[in-house]
């Protein structure tokens, strides 16, 4: 197409997108533009992207009835989207377009943006990475549904009140939702409590009843998800829960009005929060519940789209796979069964073959908090007849282990899925382990330590059906959505087909490395897009910092196997020798921290209050002279990640080597042009390994090396006693000096370091000290850090998510992708 011929189809788009805005103005918001406000104008913009999708979204749907397709359902207890409109401007090619529609009547467009209200509904990074998966799988083509939880309240937001975090609700809904579809026809019911009953059907086979306490009804919320510029739409489907009629009349038959509100109120209730805690379960009843009601709805659909295309249950496999994304959703496995059983009248052994086929599953995690272990008599109780079947799977599986290992008793005890020591629980882990064809880890160091640990009896059964996936996080959101600078940046040198084509573009870049004038436009970007984040700092928390300073940021979940206190007595050793008179050596850093803590996790949030305490006696100490400043930027999320992942030099991803079971901030962080400080844990290996070991500070203990260290009785204390520079910094906690003398306040954070110490940040310390001086010390020369940080982003194409949902496509799913 010649120029201006693109020109003009450009410009037809923009009249073409401000009538539509306008036309939903009036007709969707009621409102003119003389009385609208910013909010009608986010909303109507929103509905005019939206609709630009629904064409698309309803030959998608229309495409999936293809009985040759196989469709990938990735079932998710959370899905943390991040706002919607930038992003779908950005995939569907239009943002210059809506810029200028929205610009021509008088409005700002990043303003109409900040109106978006982020929904929330994950904790962190297991969520997030769901939500780079669809687009991903958009973009790659793949039919895919993402099946999740309509959370009425999200991930609570963060307020931070003389130094604590304070939580309030997330009230996401409250203006209104205008990217989802309700699909009230799309409703399916769900059975909670009771007992069973045994019969003989009318051909004399013996069956099962479920009776249940009481019935939900689940009803289907779409999001279109938009592919990048391929005029693909794919879904997420979300599940709201209400009260189902019968009850309610059954109720009011009684005259029993109050009866029947009480049940509604129940039944709502099942979607209304998400739970907190991220890497950590509370064993809750109301947790099940909802594990168990979104993955019912979303395998009663599953049949129900079966139906429609016109294909028979033995079919199922080869049409359709499900993804347990972790185990919150492996009570999949025995909802089959009893689907396949109960209401589809299958035989066991047929029933089992096909759902093996059918599910395969990803741990995301190694630490024991996290397993999800439910106790015996609160399963037996919300969900009876799935226990039967549970019960089923493992006497026919552990019979197979008696027979392959006759005599080995202790095997079968550790294997089974009934967990028989002291209070009796059920395992999810090796439920999804065992239904499922396929077990992926999401590192290299994490797959296999998942082997060689948490299910290693499980790989010693069956090895070939273990895989790696290494986690991969999108491009389009976290690239040329939140960093346009580097975007316009690199485009102009490679082009743009690196937006989807990570993996084999991004390496162009190498060549401009030693290129003094990109060198110089690049350093540029960096140092506009902090000067913007010391802005938006001086705005949010009050505290002037420099944008010519070392930004040195810790974003993430605030957990103590993340370390974020290591951080801290490294600012406390820095502040210490400044007082001192000892600054040589020491760079101008800001250091900057961000998180929610689980609002039950009572040492996270004592490191929060650590982190601001420490903040306001540095930054208000004439002493450090704005030497080093400690900034804790409250509520993160994935609207603030915007402005904070590409304002970093240096990314501090610091966990005890073989915690972390992956990491994705870490490739957030370095593909916007940041170095890494980092352990010999998750991801961050197979980032040095790409970035090159001399583009990379490395540091501390690895994982074999940590279990050496607790196995051979680790004393935090005699670390303490014979490192100066860590003792001084801990007394100084310990002392009061950033407690205004008071020493009770982190005197539990004291005493659980020098007594037990469970994720050996002391052991770590010394390590950790001398690398941040190597950080300082190459900052010092800036062309280097420079080159350091455009070879960094070069090669950071393997953790796309384009990448990893390819992996699950051709060793996984076995479903083709664009
Ligand atoms: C996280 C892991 O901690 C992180 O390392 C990984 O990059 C991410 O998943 C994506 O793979 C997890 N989040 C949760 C959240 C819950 C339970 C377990 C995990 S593991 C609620």
């Not at 978006?116 to 039919?143: F, I, K």
């Not at 909802?290 to 009663?300: A, D, K, M, T």
């Not at 599986?397 to 027979?403: A, C, E, K």
């Not at 059920?426 to 330590?449: D, E, P, Q």
Request: with cysteine; hydrophobic share 40%.
């Amino acid at each position: 197409m010649s120029n201006t011929l693109v020109q003009n189809e450009s410009i037809n788009k923009t009249e073409e997108i401000k009538d539509s805005i306008l036309e939903h103005l009036c007709f969707n918001l009621g409102k003119s533009p003389r009385i609208a406000t910013l909010h009608d104008w986010y909303m109507a913009t929103a509905y005019a992207a939206r609709e630009r999708m629904m064409r698309n979204f309803v030959s998608y749907t229309e495409k999936m009835q293809n009985k040759t397709l196989k469709i990938v359902g990735y079932l998710s207890a959370e899905f943390l989207m991040g706002p919607h409109l930038g992003n779908a401007l950005i995939n569907l090619g239009i943002e210059n377009e809506t810029k200028k529609a929205i610009e021509q009547l008088g409005i700002n467009l990043n303003d109409v943006l900040e109106q978006e209200e982020e929904p929330g509904l994950g904790n962190g990074g297991l969520g997030r990475l769901a939500a780079c998966y669809l687009d991903s799988l958009a973009t790659l083509q793949v039919p895919a549904v993402g099946y999740g939880i309509r959370y009425e309240f999200g991930i609570f937001d963060q307020y931070i009140r003389d130094g604590w975090q304070v939580e309030a609700t997330d009230k996401w809904l409250r203006n209104g939702n205008p990217w989802e579809i309700v699909k009230p026809e799309l409703n399916y019911t769900v059975k909670l409590g009771g007992h069973t009953e045994s019969y003989t059907d009318d051909k004399g086979k013996y069956r099962v009843k479920w009776i249940p306490a009481s019935e939900i009804k689940g009803i289907a919320y779409d999001t279109p998800v938009p592919g990048y510029k391929n005029g693909v739409t794919g879904i997420l489907r979300l599940w709201k829960s209400e009260a189902v009629e019968s009850f309610d009349f059954h109720a009011f038959d009684k005259g029993d009005y109050y009866g029947a509100v009480h049940e509604k109120v129940f039944s709502e209730n099942i979607s209304k929060v998400l739970y907190p805690n991220d890497v950590s379960d509370e064993g809750k009843r109301l947790r099940l519940s909802q594990q168990y009601f979104f993955v019912s709805c979303s395998l009663q659909n599953a049949f129900h789209i079966l139906h429609l295309r016109g294909l028979s249950i033995d079919e199922f496999p080869e049409s359709m796979t499900f993804q347990l994304n972790d185990t919150h959703p492996s009570i999949a496995i025995a909802e089959m069964m009893r689907l396949l059983i109960d209401e589809h009248q299958v035989g066991w052994e047929k029933a089992w073959d096909i759902t093996k086929k059918t599910f395969a599953y990803t741990n995301h995690t190694l630490l024991p908090e996290a397993l999800e272990k439910w106790s015996l008599p609160l399963f037996a109780n919300v969900l009876p007849r799935l226990l039967e079947i549970i019960y089923e799977i493992n006497s026919r599986f552990l019979l197979t282990i008696r027979d392959k290992y006759p005599g080995d008793e202790d095997r079968v005890r550790r294997m089974s899925i009934i967990d028989e020591r002291g209070n009796k629980s059920v395992r999810m882990a090796h439920l999804a382990t065992i239904g499922s064809h396929a077990i992926n880890g999401v590192s290299a160091l994490h797959t296999k330590l998942l082997k060689q640990d948490v299910l290693h009896d499980f790989y010693e059964l069956e090895p070939d059906i273990f895989f790696n996936v290494t986690n991969g996080v999108t491009p389009r959101r976290w690239i040329k959505l939140y960093n346009p600078r580097l975007t316009s940046l690199i485009t102009t040198h490679i082009g743009e087909s690196w937006v989807n084509h990570l993996e084999t573009d991004l390496v162009k870049l190498e060549q401009y490395a030693d290129d003094p004038t990109f060198q110089q436009a690049w350093h540029d970007v960096k140092r506009q897009n902090k000067t913007d984040l010391a802005h938006l700092i001086q705005a949010i928390v009050g505290t002037k910092v420099n944008p010519d300073s070392l930004f040195d940021i810790q974003v993430k979940r605030i957990h103590e196997y993340k370390r974020q206190h290591l951080n801290v007595l490294y600012i406390a050793h820095l502040y210490n020798r400044i007082k001192q008179k000892r600054t040589d050596g020491i760079t101008p850093r800001t250091f900057i921290f961000g998180g929610k803590a689980a609002p039950g996790y009572v040492m996270a949030k004592l490191i929060i209050k650590l982190i601001n305490s420490v903040g306001e006696t540095i930054n208000n100490d004439p002493d450090v002279n704005g030497l080093i400043k400690v900034v804790f930027f409250p509520d993160f999320n994935v609207k603030n990640g915007a402005h904070i992942y590409k304002a970093a030099d240096l990314s501090e991803q610091i966990s005890t080597a073989g915690k972390e079971a992956s990491g994705t901030g870490n490739m957030k962080f370095a593909m916007n042009g940041a170095l890494t400080i980092g352990t010999f844990d998750g991801a961050n290996i197979e980032i040095m390994e790409c970035v090159g070991e001399e583009n990379f500070f490395l540091f501390g203990l690895h994982a074999a090396e940590v279990a050496e260290t607790k196995s051979n009785g680790y004393r935090p204390y005699d670390i303490y006693n014979s490192d100066e520079d860590l003792k001084q910094a801990i007394d100084m906690i310990q002392s009061g000096v950033f407690s205004h003398g008071d020493t009770g306040v982190f005197q539990p954070f004291v005493d659980t370091l020098l007594n037990y110490d469970p994720f050996l940040v002391l052991k770590d310390f010394r390590a950790y000290a001398e690398c941040q001086q190597r950080v300082s010390d190459a900052y010092t020369n800036q062309k280097e850090w420079t080159k350091m940080s455009i070879l960094n982003v070069a090669r950071m194409g393997k953790f796309s998510s384009d990448r990893s949902v390819k992996d699950y496509c051709e060793n996984i799913w076995k479903v083709n992708h664009a």
